[in-house]
């Protein structure tokens, strides 16, 4: 059956919803009972700062860190403990004393109460304490750079997959296009085989085209419906949630590679490990003062009561106060202390390597992203003249078509040219963007 060209706009109406024609700019939703919401990027960005779990959890090991960084933490405060103790006895006694005396008793009841409070400072650990403290300060700062981190992996996880929906209603948007070009020339073999001049071969050569880009059509909103998913589990939102994107894509044409390199310090993982070789020189400094002598100030108040019912000692109470200086000279441990520092050491010498090899990662990823980067720029002018020129070709493609100018073939051809230029276009422009935001990741310049 030939579908003719009212019914035909009036089906492509209802299915594909509304879309523009004009640059690169695509509105495409679809008829759902919930409410569409239009996100923009920066409303992408900020619902996904809010609701990332991610990053929910990198916030509260920045917190935890916060919290253990305190001196009390590193053992440089003073210690108070109190320390209670109530024993109940029953003891069958039997005492002889020097004078002669005898003292057998069976089940004579007896009591012993011990209360103490004691308080120490650490004097002297070979600066143990210290090191601890600044390793700690070392923990809260790389937490932070963790949280930069996974905040700019965030941000471009959110940049690609926003713009990959674009991209995506992009393709539905040449489509679009091109059902209207196979639209129009089913109208004219229509009318032409209204006048005896087409057979019914070419109508339905037609037709199965047209039929072909529907199918596309719809293939292609389902890789749309996916893509917007994605950003949806990326802000922690309904999966069913209706969103509309709005935008294009714009690339930022202005992107160096020198200065890209010369900020790549500021990169949160290379801080992050250059952060970790001070942490292992930390470790090594805590492992070397345990090699010094231990120097502890203490007090305490004592407070002891013995009670028996029977015996020579019926009642023995004592309490007071009490002060010492404690001294703690390691010696000897069988060279324990000696192989750790040395272990140490080594994880110093790695840590510095590890930092040297992701430095050289990163640079020479900064340097393939650039390369890329200029290229698609490069290609983009061409291919946005060819795109354009394309366009020119199919609507005088079917000027001809409908005035015999051209066969049905040249309609094809120039249909063809037309889809890949558009597909071209926009896969230039979205490998472009995702090279500017991948270099901007590198020098935490994405907000």
Do not use: W
Not at 99 to 105: A, D, F, H, W
Not at 240 to 250: G, K, P
Not at 273 to 302: C, D, H, M, S, W
């Amino acid at each position: 059956m030939i579908i003719n060209r009212v019914h035909l706009k009036y089906m492509c109406k209802n299915y594909f919803g509304v879309f523009l024609l004009s640059g690169l700019t695509v509105i495409s939703g679809y008829s759902q009972g919930n409410v569409t919401q239009k996100i923009s990027l920066g409303d992408a960005v900020s619902m996904g700062l809010k609701n990332n779990l991610e990053i929910q959890i990198a916030k509260n090991e920045v917190e935890a860190a916060d919290i253990l960084n305190h001196y009390g933490v590193a053992g440089g405060l003073p210690t108070v403990a109190i320390a209670a103790s109530n024993t109940e006895q029953i003891n069958n006694i039997n005492q002889r004393l020097s004078n002669g005396t005898v003292i057998e008793r069976k089940g004579a009841a007896g009591n012993n109460t011990a209360i103490s409070l004691g308080a120490g400072i650490l004097l002297y650990n070979g600066k143990r304490v210290v090191a601890t403290k600044n390793r700690l300060e070392q923990l809260h700062l790389q937490s932070k750079e963790s949280l930069n981190s996974e905040i700019q992996n965030l941000i471009a996880q959110i940049n690609n997959t926003y713009y990959d929906i674009v991209r995506q209603q992009s393709y539905v948007k040449t489509i679009d296009q091109s059902i209207i070009a196979s639209e129009k020339r089913l109208e004219i073999l229509e009318a032409r085989r209204s006048a005896g001049l087409a057979n019914n071969t070419d109508m339905f050569q037609a037709q199965i085209d047209l039929n072909a880009l529907i199918q596309n059509r719809k293939s292609q909103d389902l890789v749309v419906g996916v893509a917007k998913t994605e950003l949806l589990r990326l802000l922690n939102m309904d999966p069913q949630q209706s969103i509309a994107v709005e935008d294009t894509i714009v690339v930022d044409k202005q992107v160096e590679l020198p200065d890209i390199l010369d900020q790549l310090r500021s990169n949160p993982d290379l801080r992050s490990a250059n952060q970790q070789v001070r942490i292992q020189e930390l470790v090594a400094l805590e492992i070397k003062a345990l090699r010094y002598p231990t120097v502890r100030f203490n007090l305490g108040y004592n407070y002891s009561r013995n009670q028996s019912a029977a015996g020579f000692n019926l009642l023995n109470q004592s309490n007071g106060p009490n002060a010492n200086i404690s001294l703690n000279i390691p010696i000897y441990n069988g060279s324990a202390f000696k192989r750790q520092q040395h272990v140490a050491e080594i994880d110093v010498s790695n840590a510095r390597i590890q930092y040297q090899s992701l430095e050289r990662d990163y640079s020479s990823q900064a340097v393939k992203t650039y390369q890329s980067y200029r290229n698609a720029l490069e290609q983009l002018a061409l291919e946005t003249k060819n795109y354009e020129i394309s366009s020119q070709l199919l609507d005088l493609t079917l000027q001809r078509f409908e005035l015999i100018q051209a066969t049905i073939i040249d309609l094809r051809e120039a249909q063809k040219s037309f889809e890949e230029a558009g597909y071209r276009l926009v896969n230039l422009s979205f490998a472009a963007k995702v090279a500017e935001i991948e270099m901007k990741r590198m020098v935490s310049l994405l907000e």
